[in-house]
């Protein structure tokens, strides 16, 4: 079935660093890609989407690429904040059907020091 | 943007009792919604999938009759944990996906503490 994998953490970085989380899927169809953010004690938001090869999802100065040659959608930010410190998961949902729910990916801890 | 309601945001209960947990979508009408656990520091499960006006469906492993799901209106879902015990201690999050698209938002997350 359908999965993702992504890197393991914990990551911990300085302040104004370059971030890397690789994730990579499996998956029978053209599924949409999405990375989500949780806060400590909160649920999840989404940070980013892309629905098809090769568009570019970002905000708040992440971005991430759907990359289906490589099967990966890496999220990078270009200089982190302490207020980035968060978990990050990557997921995928099949959108061509109508049951789609999403699948996660097992999670990144990112920390970073002032 | 699209909001997601989830009450209560913490519940302690005593083993043996029920707890019930409901997902509002508040300005969207959500066929579709979705109930996850987490364990500390680990993915969200998914547990089972919400249909409006019909019955849930579980993933596997997932007892039907523990974790009973209603999802009697458009805008809401409930998922009652029965008979609960410590081992049902968990952080649970619902996901409501937007009938206009395939949209998902999720809500807050329900801290559900079992003594």
């Known amino acids: 079935g359908d999965s993702v994998t992504q890197m393991e953490g914990p990551v911990t970085l300085s302040e104004e660093a370059f971030l890397t989380i690789n994730c990579t899927y499996t998956?029978?169809?053209?599924?949409?890609l999405f990375w989500y953010v949780q806060y400590p004690g909160e649920g999840l938001q989404l940070l980013l989407k892309?629905?098809?090869?090769?568009d570019k999802g970002s905000n708040k100065g992440f971005e991430a690429t759907y990359r289906k040659e490589t099967t990966s959608f890496h999220l990078e930010k270009g200089s982190v904040q302490v207020s980035d410190s968060a978990v990050y998961f990557c997921?995928?949902?099949?959108?061509?059907?109508?049951?789609?729910?999403?699948?996660f990916g097992s999670g990144t801890r990112l920390s970073i020091r002032p | 943007g699209a909001v997601v309601s989830q009450h209560p945001s913490r519940v302690i209960c005593k083993s043996g009792t029920s707890v019930k947990i409901e997902c509002r979508s508040l300005?969207?009408?959500?066929?579709?919604m979705f109930w996850y656990r987490q364990f500390p520091k680990q993915s969200l499960m998914l547990m089972a999938t919400?249909?409006?006006?019909?019955?849930?469906?579980?993933e596997q492993g997932v007892e039907k009759d523990k974790f009973l799901i209603n999802h009697a209106s458009l805008t809401l879902s409930t998922l009652t944990v029965t008979s609960a015990h410590p081992e049902d201690s968990s952080f649970y999050i619902c996901?409501?996906?937007?009938?206009?698209?395939?949209?998902?938002?999720f809500g807050s997350g329900t801290r559900l503490t079992v003594v």
């Open positions: 996901s409501a996906r937007d009938d206009l698209g395939y949209g998902y938002t």
């Open positions: 998956a029978t169809g053209y599924p949409s």
């Open positions: 892309a629905t098809k090869a090769d």
């Open positions: 997921a995928l949902s099949d959108r061509g059907s109508s049951a789609s729910k999403i699948i």
């Open positions: 300005d969207f009408q959500a066929t579709t």
């Open positions: 919400s249909n409006e006006g019909s019955k849930a469906t579980y």
